[in-house]
Structures are given as C-alpha cells and as structure tokens.
C-alpha cells in the first residue's frame, strides 16, 4: 500500500488505555456479535464530501484544514489525485464503503456536457480503484443544491430550464451509480422547499418532485439498476421549510405520490434533532412503516440550531440507534453507517481526520455491544410486553385489537366500573429507573 497519509493502518488496540489515540477500542470488525461480524452489523461508509473536500470553514471564518493533497492546483488533477488518497485512507482506516455526491469528485464545467465528461474521468479512476482494493460504494446522489441555478430548488424549482437540467444531471449520475455498482442511491433535497408561501404554489412543487423521482425509478428500471432509492429528510436550513421535513412527512409523501414501494429511507441523527426529534425517533418511525434504508452517522450541537455534522461519540445515542438496527435485522435491506461528519475547525490536521472518524466508528462498535447486550437480557422487550400486557391478556384487550370490538360492547364492558378500579389499571412507567438502567448497561457492556 503507498504511503500518501504517512499514518499506518489502524490497529484494534483494547480499553486498556483510557486516552484515545490511532486505535480502535471497541470496533472490531470480526468479532461476531448478536450472531453476526461487527462490520456485518455497521457497514462503515466515509463521505466523500466532508472527509476530502471539507476545508473546515465556518460563516466567520476561511477554511483550516490541511491536506497532503493541498499541492495540486489544477482542479482535474487535484480531483483524480483525490482518489488515490480517498482509497488509501479507506484501507487504512479498515471501512469497505464510501459515499458521493456527482459535484465531490470532479469539477463542473460551462455545460453538462463538459460536467460529465470530467466526471468520467474521475469516474474511471474510481472504478480503477475499487477494483484493486475492492471497496464498494454504499450510495451515491447527485448534488442539486450548491450551485446558483439551484437557488429555488431543482425539482420543485419554479424553471422548466432548471427541472430540464436537474433531470440531466441526475440521468447521468444513475449511469455512474450502475457502473460503480452502488448498493443505494439517495435523494437529497438541499433546496426542495420554499422561502416564502405568498410567492409557492406548494402542491404544483410537490407535484413535480414526485414525477422527477418517478422518472428516476423509469430510468433505473431502463438501465437495469438495481439500488436501492433513498429519500434523506431534513426540516430547514438551508431553506425555511424543506418538503421532506421528517421521516413522518416524508412517508406520507412517498404513500400519496404512490412512491412507497420503489423508496426507502435515509436518517441522519442531526437532522433529527433540527425536526425536533431524537435520531432513536426517526429510526423508529421509518421501522414502523417497513421504510428503513440506511443511516447517516454524526451528532449536532444541541445547544446550536444549526447542522453541525460533528463525528458521533455519545454512547446513549449510540446505543439507542443500535438498539434499533438489531431489533430490525440489518440497517436496511442494503443500508450502512454512512459519516456525513467533518472534523471541527480546530482539528484541521490530517491525523485529526483519521481520529475523527475512530471515534465515530469506536462509538457505534460500542453501542452495538451495549444494544447486543440489553436484546440478549429482553429488558426493553419485557418492559414493553408488561407495559401492554392488557391487549394482550384479557378478552377485552383482544377484542380491541382483533376488531371484534365495537363502540357498544366497550360501552357494555366499562360502564360500571368504578374509578378506583380504572385508577388500578395505569400503572408508573417508572422512566427515571429506566433510563438508569439503560446507562448501568452501558456501563457494564464496556468494560
């Protein structure tokens, strides 16, 4: 392997020392955990876009970042020299996927037809790479929010012109998807959204996004593509209100538009927390519709109302996540842990990118060892089957949930007793004992 990052690969190093260094603690890629290998389970991805292209900027401040890579200047050459870097810092990381958007990995020129052909140059080099180190792409997208024609969005933009061109640009970056042999391809709304309600028609918008992924699922089926579409929901920022605000909304888009069986699911803990929503919510809600797909791995700032894309390393989280990936069987039927992260600005050294992302593969190996763990005990699960244990246990509870029930024979069943017995039938949740025990677990896993 060459040496371009002067770091050597990374090693599993155990808890014995309690400072963090070039190491993984808990992430061990074979160990066999809930009857399966921890990478089986986490599917690491690095994004292109953060870990390469990131300068490290902040709205105060220019870009920190220092990258072995910062000697090319001209932009083709900086882009394919970024493969070479991106796939030894795969390796030495020890993750087999990656993530990109089009625009990451090769710069635009004065037409799409210019666009593309650079794109394909890099694409070569890629498809060069992934054939000697045999890292797979998780998923790629089309990145149809940074440039000034986007400003009012792509699909929902108010310009045929500007549809026109997204469609394009997408037809080109599902040909990629197909030959990089991408397990996903995710949807990401940047600018799907308004600014102002007085000048939106907000259901012609919606409108023409449903019919700009319906074609997206004719051209995949044209071309033979097999991924997996993913939508990535998101509330705000950049724009007032985005469309796909939740995973709530987001499936009552994909059920209305009749989408939902061509689509899954994409969850990024951040943006969970900017819908006011915890990342464990928006897993369970996607879960409950037979919708989740993949995830993206980062934390925000709570105290800032803003994405902040920092590395993962709260174990509660963590935990809970994981929590939810077990009870399902994977994370999606073809999904990972993708790190939409960046260091923060005032980590800009290139050990510091490789430490970042340990941390957040060492917090997700340790959630899914605490995850493993409360599963192998059914402490959440017993919790929830005493919890309604009436449904369950009684012909009422039955007849409620089987649908023999009508208004009338509740009213026969309850008309007569007494409040002191209604009283009796709640029960305390007990919910400071249980988050307790949740973080006893958390404890006890880990060491």
Sequence with gaps: MPDLWDIEKIPFVGTEKLEQGLGFRYYQPERTVAGKPMKEWLRFAVAYWHTFDQRL??????????????????????ALAKVDYAFEFYQKLGVEYFCFH???????????????????????????????????????TSNLFTNPRFVSGAASSPSAKIFAYAGAQLKHSLEIAKRLGAENYVFWGGREGYENLWNTDLRREQDHMARFFHLAVDYASQIGLDAQFLIEPKPKEPTTHQYDFDAATTIAFLRSYDLVDHFKLNLEGNHANLAGHSYQHEIRVARAAGLLGSLDANQGDKLIGWDMDEFPSDLYETTAAMWEVLAEGSIGPHGGLNFDAKPRRTSFTARDLFQAHIVGMDSFAAGLL?????????????LVAERYASYTHSALGTGIEDGSADLASL???????PQSELLAATAS???????????????????
């Design 102 to 140: 089009d625009r990451d990995i090769a710069p635009e020129g004065d037409t799409l037809r210019e666009s593309n052909a650079r794109l394909d140059k890099v694409v070569d080099r890629i498809a060069e790479q992934q054939k000697a180190t045999g890292v797979k792409l998780l998923w790629n």
């Design 57 to 78: 900027t902040d709205p105060f401040g220019d870009g920190t970042a220092q990258r072995p890579y910062d000697k090319y200047t001209d932009p083709l050459d900086l």
């Design 429 to 447: 949740d007990h919910l400071e004992a249980v988050k307790a025990t949740v973080n006893n677990y958390i404890v006890a896993a880990l060491n």
């Design 370 to 382: 605490v995850a493993a763990k409360l599963h192998e005990d059914g402490y959440i699960e017993n």
């Design 411 to 417: 009213e026969q069943a309850i008309l007569d007793v």
